[in-house]
């Protein structure tokens, strides 16, 4: 069964390794400049290296649909720098997950496949896809939801540790990023974490460095340039997250359950 997840972020990442795990074909959609913090646990580093491998699971940048369905039955999970998704016509999958995170729907449709998946706010099933899934941290994270959106963004991340946006760390100038320490450092409240144009990005508090843009990235003043974890757990930077995983299963969730209300148990469009 062929998925097309548009995104190849942390979170679509942790999405794929629970699909992949359960047999699925999965072929990755991503912009041509990714700006994923947490690069470490993101398929979408693949655009810039060609590869790449979260925990077990490796993913190789494909050149088109053909070399991306090759990829997939070689046992990789392709990616595409396909920004808009028209690929999925030509792949034809059986599942679309939509999983960029844009806080709105950027052109995922009801009948681009026999199943759709929105992820997070911006999705009405019913409406433009077939089911959404839970992205709010709280009660109902991971939830699938068949008749209701998903919660409004708050701008507000998840509490970690006691601490909201105090995790995040946000381009100080408009320029191109220059990372002063890696991901799985150690920092203190203070230290500078990278520049823009000379002007440091200073961390708000003390913990590990979770995510942070590659060497040469554009940004934009207030940017989310990185991410602070108050835990100190150096191994979680380089596994998919607690959050990750639980969406995960909640699409696995949403893609069986599609594909049992389909008469006989098989998908027809």
């Not at 400049?33 to 699971?57: H, L, M, N």
């Not at 729907?105 to 706010?121: I, K, Q, R, Y």
Request: glycine letters at 12%.
């Amino acid at each position: 069964m062929l998925v097309v997840i548009k995104g190849a972020g942390d979170l679509a990442t942790g999405i794929a390794c629970r699909l992949f795990r359960c047999g699925f074909a999965l072929v990755m959609t991503e912009t041509a400049r990714p700006t994923t913090v947490r690069c470490t646990v993101a398929f979408s580093q693949a655009v810039y290296r060609g590869s790449a491998q979260v925990e077990d699971i490796p993913a190789r940048l494909a050149a088109a649909p053909e070399e991306a369905l090759a990829l997939t039955g070689r046992g990789f999970v392709a990616v595409l720098v396909d920004p808009s998704g028209t690929s999925v016509e030509a792949l034809r999958p059986d599942v679309v997950v939509d999983a960029v995170l844009a806080k709105r729907n950027l052109g995922t449709h009801l009948t681009d496949a026999s199943c759709v998946v929105g992820v997070g706010p911006g999705f009405l099933p019913g409406r433009d896809c077939h089911a959404a899934v839970e992205t709010q941290r709280g009660h109902d994270l991971g939830r699938v939801l068949w008749d209701r959106a998903p919660a409004s963004n708050t701008g507000v991340p998840g509490e970690i540790g006691g601490y909201t946006v105090e995790r995040l760390l946000r381009a100080p100038a408009d320029g191109v990023f220059l990372p002063a320490a890696r991901i799985g450092d150690l920092v203190e409240a203070g230290q500078p974490v990278g520049y823009v144009e000379g002007t440091p990005m200073r961390a708000q508090i003390s913990g590990v460095l979770r995510g942070l843009l590659p060497d040469g990235t554009p940004v934009h003043t207030g940017m989310k340039a990185g991410d602070i974890d108050p835990r100190c757990r150096r191994e979680h930077c380089f596994s998919v997250s607690d959050k990750a995983r639980a969406v995960g299963g909640g699409v696995l969730e949403a893609i069986l359950t599609q594909y049992h209300r389909k008469e006989g148990g098989t998908y027809v469009r």
